[in-house]
């Protein structure tokens, strides 16, 4: 979901571009009237999260609109009520407003200031590459990721109910973190384990969190932990990127579909937070991949069809026996900065609230942690075009697009629900879980955070 570091960022006031900054807030007051910013003449009125949020949309809007001097008020305000050491809302942001910096210095708009693109480079998040261990504890750490594992393994285990080869292609942004757990589940079925292939797509792409370790390692100790509990596993990596919707293991799967597919195969589609990195119609598809049809589907190569509904019908056409659908439910599209900061300001607030939970302030996993949603931040604020890829759609529009690929909905069984049920009880009070329709979502404190649901072809 996101990329992580080791080091914390360095705090926005030990950045020398600021330090030059003399202005007191009297001036800012004199200088510029800010329409809808509160009149107050202290620091302590600007501390509510809507005042920060408009603020942050003040900011974005004289960043693109040129206007070089009221961003560089705004930059300052935001600067000395938002530490990075803060409250939640002060460290949310302080990211947003460091990815409007680095908007700012990437873009050269608006001239600003020399001294604000010479620290760009101090701005720069660096991935943390995590070992198998940390990144399984990592990911434990909340329902985060552990529902969408959860809700996902039960469908497939019922799905996959007396198949005797099951064949997984594991579409995961946590590296098949997923899979031992459903293995475990699986050598415990009563009739015996079903022979297992895996195929995983081996994207080129720095999308975090990354592994120090390749993917043919990563096979190695998945195929040893089967072994163990006496499953025959058959691994497979394809390279493969989302850039394109995944062209290259789709068509492989069309052959493999056609040439070995073994009598009483279940095919399983398992998508856990990756199909929002493929493009979808806010991108020009001839910016995506030229004049090549990655699906080498002519009908479809002079339509407006997005890639991302083009993967969804490829898909389709596999008949699989169940696909599972697991993502962040936003909506992080909208071509217009200041709709998609409004948006990711609204929902990235929970990642930031709910750390104070289960993680100390100073520990090197809470690092890890704050500078991955630093990263996302970033990417939607600071980039434009591919380089922008967290694209997050909300869960509504994701059941659109299934529909209209001929999927239909199957309902989570009662054993999800309770399994869970107890898996949030393992965590803070805030987590909660509710039932839309035929799907799950996983709340924060009322608010939805995570959604999973699963399809199966329509007839």
Request: aromatic share 10%; hydrophobic share 40%; charged share 20%.
């Amino acid at each position: 979901m996101m990329q992580f570091t080791e080091t914390p960022p360095p705090p926005l006031h030990q950045i020398s571009s600021f330090s030059n900054f003399t202005m007191n807030k009297n001036q800012i007051h004199r200088t510029r009237p800010w329409p809808g910013f509160p009149s107050s003449k202290s620091f302590a009125s600007f501390g509510d999260a809507n005042c920060m949020e408009q603020l942050l949309v003040h900011c974005a809007n004289a960043i693109e609109s040129n206007d070089a001097t009221l961003a560089q008020q705004i930059l300052w305000v935001l600067n000395n009520i938002a530490p990075p050491d803060g409250d939640s809302n002060q460290r949310l942001t302080c990211a947003f407003l460091r990815a409007l910096i680095t908007r700012a210095a990437k873009s050269g708009t608006c001239k600003m200031l020399a001294a604000m693109a010479n620290a760009h480079c101090n701005l720069v998040v660096h991935n943390h590459k995590f070992s198998v261990i940390e990144l399984a504890s990592f990911v434990d750490l909340t329902p985060w990721h552990r529902f969408g594992f959860t809700a996902a393994n039960a469908a497939i285990l019922e799905a996959v109910d007396g198949c005797s080869v099951v064949h997984i292609v594991d579409f995961s942004l946590t590296h098949c973190m997923q899979i031992p757990t459903l293995i475990d589940a699986i050598a415990n079925r009563f009739e015996g384990p079903p022979r297992l292939k895996l195929t995983v797509a081996g994207a080129t792409e720095d999308v975090p969190p990354m592994l120090d370790l390749s993917y043919e390692e990563l096979g190695t100790k998945l195929v040893n932990f089967a072994r163990s509990r006496n499953v025959m596993l058959e691994f497979r990596v394809i390279p493969s990127s989302y850039a394109d919707g995944f062209a290259s293991l789709i068509e492989q799967m069309r052959v493999q579909q056609l040439v070995y597919a073994e009598s009483g195969e279940a095919l399983v589609i398992n998508c856990h937070m990756m199909l929002h990195y493929i493009p979808e119609e806010t991108l020009n598809p001839s910016t995506t991949f030229g004049s090549l049809n990655p699906y080498s589907l002519e009908y479809y190569s002079s339509t407006s069809i997005s890639l991302r509904s083009l993967f969804l019908k490829a898909i389709r056409s596999l008949e699989p026996t169940i696909v599972v659908l697991v993502d962040e439910d936003a909506d992080l599209t909208a071509n217009n900065l200041v709709c998609r900061l409004r948006s990711a300001f609204n929902y990235l607030w929970i990642p930031y609230d709910l750390v104070d939970t289960f993680l100390p302030r100073g520990s090197k996993q809470r690092e890890w942690y704050e500078a991955a949603v630093c990263w996302k931040v970033e990417n939607v604020i600071a980039h434009e075009g591919l380089q922008r890829v967290e694209r997050l759609e909300p869960k509504s529009r994701w059941v659109q697009r299934m529909r209209n690929a001929n999927f239909r909905g199957i309902t989570f069984g009662e054993e999800a629900v309770s399994e869970l049920k107890t898996m949030l009880d393992e965590h803070a009070a805030g987590w909660g879980l509710k039932k839309e329709e035929d799907d799950l979502v996983l709340t924060w404190k009322g608010h939805n955070a995570v959604f999973a649901s699963a399809w199966v072809p329509a007839a």
